[in-house]
């Protein structure tokens, strides 16, 4: 079974077809990072304005590296929420019509359940159950997960996801946007023991995760040091690397909560952040100490993508699930409300 | 010639089919529907008449100016079908549109059409009928505030008419800014007017006789206003400057 995968959740247009005996056959993004650099954050309209010219370009060039012709497609799956309504629209609107016209069916995909399943793309995949960290700009989030549409959702962040902290903690840093990554890069430049920041809510039951305090809490420390000191460049980083510490180190301690409260011995790393090395490190290591494993995707297949959607999709229209002849967007949509496989 | 048409650019929701100059629609207010409603609009057309959406000789869709998020639910749609169905796509003015059912039902030929577009602005078209019966524009569709809209030269036989919610919202000041031009009067009971997709199918089957179609690639909303976020100002760096 062929299935066609598309993305316009947020700022990054995919599309990708999976082969359910040859894997990923063909796949490509266009991230619109440039376009929102100016605005230090995401614009909607202009997301989704984008969205409507890249996408049909991104789905030939998916079809020419497949060389796979639209006939012998046997189903089409778009990211169906949550997200931005009109961003999300646009993928759905496209989707369907191409579904209804190929007389194929099409299947609306909940944009973290394609995160959460990514790594079922690798060798060797993680086997159910496991419990999954979601982690990107808009989720921080721990899962669940017994079987494909079997999530359970066992604590999430009550303020910023831990990719918002990581962007506006680089922008206090005056790094340039989106600074996730580039906090992550200078932080390698940072001595690690220099300063050590709090760990959010790890001194409390819960798998629960808060980082907002701790974005001001950075904020606080910067302006101090950089008052007291001289070696301006060098307490940046120092402070970058406390910041990345701090919240890995929280990350890692609900991990190691929530595998040993669900008695598994599988980690899944899910979502844009989860690109992150130290995160990485950090959790495979954990988890050789639980006598478990950590298992995460490749990079392109962390941040937003359309090879997710497709996977996701293909798992929903192999048990036979489908939509009737209409489209919606769904911006808030609870992940343990899925359907079961 | 076999033209399908859809509009998803305001309240309602539209699907016109024509076969050879025989037209049948559907039509629903919708807000915030669209999605839930046009293929399906479009399947039942197409299932009433025996056609696959390959019969077709090309699709047309309203491509604006109107609601942003609509006019891509068109666009999108537009998009997919045609690429599926190798159909070329023909884009047509909501604002001509308008005017174009004002045509049909009252037998205007010459019509004002203005929607509201929220911010204190007007979209704005001003359309003459010509010897086919197809309302052309006489100025550039624009958007702007409404004791700016642009003139053309109103003087004539017969009234104007005034369509579109614009006329709701901003009559008062539109009929100062329209009124020293006018001798034969304003017809200001087409207010409430709204698309319908029937009236994309004359101009559509005249841009296809003319050759004016794009590719599914290209069937892109014309959303006029293009001022849709400001660069905000460089918030403060903490402490002394760090570069």
């Given at each position: 079974m062929?299935?066609?995968?598309?993305?316009?959740?947020?700022?990054?247009?995919?599309?990708?077809?999976?082969?359910?005996?040859?894997?990923?056959?063909?796949?490509?993004?266009?991230?619109?990072?440039?376009?929102h650099?100016?605005?230090?954050?995401?614009?909607?309209?202009?997301?989704?304005?984008?969205?409507v010219?890249?996408?049909?370009?991104?789905?030939?060039?998916?079809?020419?590296?497949?060389?796979?012709?639209?006939?012998?497609?046997?189903?089409?799956?778009?990211?169906?929420?949550?997200?931005?309504?009109?961003?999300?629209?646009?993928?759905?609107?496209?989707?369907?019509?191409?579904?209804?016209?190929?007389?194929?069916?099409?299947?609306?995909?909940?944009?973290?359940?394609?995160?959460?399943?990514?790594?079922?793309?690798?060798?060797?995949?993680?086997?159910?159950?496991?419990?999954?960290?979601?982690?990107?700009?808009?989720?921080?989030?721990?899962?669940?997960?017994?079987?494909v549409?079997?999530?359970?959702?066992?604590?999430e962040?009550?303020?910023?996801?831990?990719?918002?902290?990581?962007?506006?903690t680089?922008?206090?840093?005056?790094?340039?946007?989106?600074?996730?990554?580039?906090?992550?890069?200078?932080?390698?430049?940072?001595?690690?023991?220099?300063?050590?920041f709090?760990?959010?809510?790890?001194?409390?039951?819960?798998?629960?995760?808060?980082?907002?305090?701790?974005?001001?809490?950075?904020?606080n420390?910067?302006?101090?040091?950089?008052?007291?000191?001289?070696?301006?460049?060098?307490?940046?980083?120092?402070?970058?690397?406390?910041?990345?510490?701090?919240?890995?180190?929280?990350?890692?301690?609900?991990?190691?909560?929530?595998?040993?409260?669900?008695?598994?011995?599988?980690?899944?790393?899910?979502?844009?952040?989860?690109?992150n090395?130290?995160?990485?490190?950090?959790?495979?290591?954990m988890?050789?100490?639980?006598?478990?494993?950590?298992?995460y995707?490749r990079?392109?297949?962390?941040?937003?993508?359309?090879?997710?959607?497709?996977?996701?999709?293909?798992?929903?229209?192999?048990?036979?699930?489908?939509?009737?002849?209409?489209?919606?967007?769904?911006?808030?949509?609870?992940m343990?409300?899925?359907?079961?496989? | 010639?076999?033209l399908?048409?859809?509009?998803?650019?305001?309240?309602?929701?539209?699907?016109?089919?024509?076969?050879?100059?025989?037209?049948?629609q559907?039509l629903?207010?919708?807000?915030?529907?669209?999605?839930?409603?046009?293929?399906?609009?479009?399947?039942?057309?197409?299932?009433?008449?025996g056609l696959?959406?390959?019969?077709?000789?090309?699709?047309?869709?309203?491509?604006?100016?109107?609601?942003?998020?609509?006019?891509?639910?068109?666009?999108?749609?537009?998009?997919?079908?045609?690429?599926?169905?190798?159909?070329?796509?023909?884009?047509?003015?909501?604002?001509?549109?308008?005017?174009?059912?004002c045509?049909?039902?009252?037998?205007?030929?010459?019509?004002l059409?203005?929607?509201d577009?929220?911010?204190?602005?007007?979209?704005?078209?001003?359309?003459?009928?010509?010897?086919?019966?197809?309302?052309?524009?006489?100025?550039?569709?624009?958007?702007?505030?409404?004791?700016?809209?642009?003139?053309?030269?109103m003087?004539?036989?017969t009234?104007?008419f005034?369509?579109?919610?614009?006329?709701?919202?901003?009559?008062?000041?539109?009929?100062?800014?329209?009124?020293?031009?006018l001798?034969?009067?304003?017809?200001l009971?087409?207010?409430?007017?709204?698309?319908?997709?029937?009236?994309i199918?004359p101009?559509?089957?005249d841009?296809?006789?003319r050759?004016?179609?794009v590719?599914?690639?290209?069937?892109?909303?014309?959303?006029?206003?293009n001022?849709?976020a400001?660069?905000p100002?460089?918030?403060?760096?903490?402490?002394?400057?760090?570069?």
């Open positions: 062929r299935v066609l995968g598309i993305e316009t959740s947020c700022d990054e247009t995919g599309v990708a077809l999976y082969d359910s005996d040859r894997g990923l056959i063909g796949q490509a993004v266009y991230s619109q990072i440039e376009l650099a100016a605005y230090g954050g995401v614009v909607p309209e202009l997301a989704s304005r984008d969205h010219r890249k996408l049909l370009p991104l789905l030939q060039e998916v079809l020419e590296q497949a060389g796979v012709r639209p006939r012998e497609i046997d189903g089409v799956a778009y990211t169906a929420g949550p997200g931005l309504v009109g961003a999300l629209l646009v993928g759905a609107g496209v989707g369907r019509s191409l579904a209804w016209v190929w007389q194929k069916p099409a299947v609306g995909v909940h944009h973290m359940e394609g995160h959460l399943l990514a790594p079922l793309l690798e060798e060797p995949a993680p086997s159910f159950p496991f419990v999954a960290l979601l982690v990107s700009g808009g989720h921080t989030q721990l899962v669940e997960v017994e079987a549409g079997r999530y359970r959702l066992l604590g962040s009550v303020d910023d996801a831990a990719g918002e902290a990581f962007d506006k680089a922008k206090i840093l005056d790094l340039p946007y989106p600074g996730g990554p580039e906090l992550a890069r200078l932080a390698e430049r940072g001595d690690p023991g220099r300063y050590r709090p760990r959010p809510m790890t001194d409390r039951p819960g798998l629960d995760f808060s980082f907002s305090g701790l974005k001001t809490y950075t904020l420390a910067l302006r101090e040091e950089l008052a007291a000191r001289d070696d301006r460049e060098q307490t940046r980083a120092d402070v970058a690397r406390a910041f990345e510490e701090a919240v890995v180190d929280t990350l890692v301690i609900k991990c190691r909560r929530a595998v040993r409260e669900m008695r598994v011995g599988t980690l899944v790393l899910a979502g844009g952040v989860s690109a090395r130290r995160l990485r490190e950090r959790m495979e290591r988890m050789r100490d639980e006598g478990g494993r950590a298992y995707p990079p392109a297949l962390c941040t937003d993508n359309g090879a997710m959607i497709a996977f996701a999709g293909y798992q929903r229209l192999a048990a036979g699930q489908h939509e009737p002849l209409a489209f919606s967007a769904r911006p808030r949509w609870p343990d409300s899925l359907a079961a496989v | 010639m076999r399908l048409a859809i509009d998803t650019s305001g309240s309602a929701c539209s699907a016109a089919l024509s076969i050879d100059g025989v037209i049948s559907r629903e207010h919708a807000p915030r529907r669209h999605g839930e409603l046009i293929l399906s609009m479009m399947d039942d057309l197409l299932r009433a008449q696959a959406v390959t019969d077709l000789d090309a699709l047309a869709f309203a491509h604006g100016p109107g609601s942003f998020t609509g006019l891509r639910i068109a666009a999108a749609v537009a998009q997919g079908t045609a690429f599926a169905a190798e159909l070329p796509v023909i884009g047509i003015s909501t604002l001509a549109t308008l005017a174009q059912g045509r049909r039902e009252r037998g205007a030929s010459r019509v059409s203005a929607f577009a929220r911010m204190g602005e007007v979209y704005w078209g001003i359309y003459v009928a010509d010897d086919q019966g197809l309302m052309r524009p006489m100025v550039d569709d624009s958007v702007c505030a409404p004791e700016a809209v642009p003139l053309a030269p003087s004539g036989e009234p104007w005034a369509a579109g919610d614009g006329w709701r919202a901003h009559a008062d000041v539109l009929q100062r800014r329209v009124g020293p031009l001798d034969q009067g304003l017809d009971a087409d207010a409430d007017r709204v698309c319908e997709s029937q009236d199918l101009l559509a089957e841009a296809f006789r050759g004016q179609v590719s599914a690639y290209a069937a892109l909303p014309v959303y006029l206003r001022r849709v400001s660069v100002p460089r918030s403060e760096p903490p402490g002394p400057p760090l570069r």
